[in-house]
């Protein structure tokens, strides 16, 4: 299925208005439908895996905003490191000591998000609320000390439910922690962007305070069962 226009201006036009940023979410989407949208004006994508954002990145103009959104393997953040511009999923330490490393020897800053778990299911990844706090308070020389890396905000998935309330009450609380640290502003760490809602549950998202979405199939159509989605 190629781009649905329609729907990306629709999203468009609707998160301008709140001043929120689209992601659009192009994994298991071939290169021509990413080319599509981007000559519509989107420059910000998102992928999932290391390989295939590897494959697409040299096939597509120089000036696309490459998100990763996935979980990322300490071992694979080498393969991204050259041109990535913003991951979202920095789950440990030691996965952004890594970023930090990788970044340094291609003399670069990367920017990151935490990811806090407030959704229900265990297969969602992320730090839960104590661990946020130790790292942002009891930690946060160590992160003053990673001076190629530039924390930026949070990211969350909320439960995948058709319960509104859940979803609603899941964002208020990433809206809860994001506010908790907005007052951090040092050279590496500035909240500013809070990455939660996808396809199913944006405009929640966009309510309950959101900068940024991450939206694809409403884009670029459902994902094949053949594509494992």
């Given at each position: 299925?190629?781009?649905?226009?329609?729907?990306?201006?629709?999203?468009?036009?609707?998160?301008?208005?709140?001043?929120?940023?689209?992601?659009?979410?192009?994994?298991?989407?071939?290169?021509?439908?990413?080319?599509?949208?981007?000559?519509?004006?989107?420059?910000?994508?998102g992928e999932n895996y290391v390989q295939e954002l590897t494959d697409k990145h040299p096939q597509l103009p120089g000036n696309?905003?490459?998100?990763?959104?996935?979980?990322?393997?300490?071992?694979k953040v080498k393969y991204i490191a050259p041109f990535v511009?913003?991951?979202?999923?920095?789950?440990?330490?030691?996965?952004?000591?890594?970023?930090?490393?990788?970044?340094?020897?291609?003399?670069?800053?990367?920017?990151?998000?935490?990811?806090?778990?407030?959704?229900?299911?265990?297969?969602?990844?992320?730090?839960?609320?104590?661990?946020?706090?130790?790292?942002?308070?009891?930690?946060?020389?160590?992160?003053?000390?990673?001076?190629?890396?530039?924390?930026?905000?949070?990211?969350?998935?909320?439960?995948?439910?058709?319960?509104?309330?859940?979803?609603?009450?899941?964002?208020?609380?990433?809206?809860?922690?994001?506010?908790?640290?907005?007052?951090?502003?040092?050279?590496?760490?500035?909240?500013?962007?809070?990455?939660?809602?996808?396809?199913?549950?944006?405009?929640?998202?966009?309510?309950?305070?959101?900068?940024?979405?991450?939206?694809?199939?409403?884009?670029?159509?459902?994902?094949?069962?053949?594509?494992?989605?």
């Amino acid at each position: 299925m190629a781009v649905n226009i329609k729907a990306y201006e629709e999203i468009i036009r609707e998160l301008g208005e709140k001043k929120v940023q689209l992601v659009a979410v192009s994994k298991t989407k071939p290169v021509e439908d990413i080319r599509q949208l981007y000559e519509l004006g989107q420059i910000d994508f998102g992928e999932n895996y290391v390989q295939e954002l590897t494959d697409k990145h040299p096939q597509l103009p120089g000036n696309i905003r490459w998100h990763f959104i996935g979980h990322l393997q300490s071992n694979k953040v080498k393969y991204i490191a050259p041109f990535v511009h913003l991951i979202h999923g920095v789950d440990s330490y030691k996965l952004l000591t890594e970023i930090n490393k990788q970044a340094l020897k291609n003399q670069r800053v990367i920017d990151c998000l935490f990811q806090v778990h407030i959704a229900e299911e265990e297969t969602k990844f992320g730090f839960d609320e104590k661990e946020l706090e130790e790292l942002l308070n009891t930690n946060l020389n160590s992160i003053r000390e990673l001076k190629n890396i530039r924390i930026g905000g949070l990211m969350g998935m909320a439960s995948c439910s058709d319960d509104v309330n859940k979803v609603r009450n899941e964002f208020k609380k990433m809206k809860f922690l994001f506010d908790k640290y907005t007052h951090i502003q040092n050279a590496n760490c500035k909240m500013q962007t809070l990455s939660i809602g996808m396809s199913s549950d944006y405009k929640i998202a966009v309510e309950e305070g959101s900068t940024m979405v991450r939206i694809g199939s409403l884009i670029f159509g459902e994902r094949s069962a053949l594509a494992g989605i």
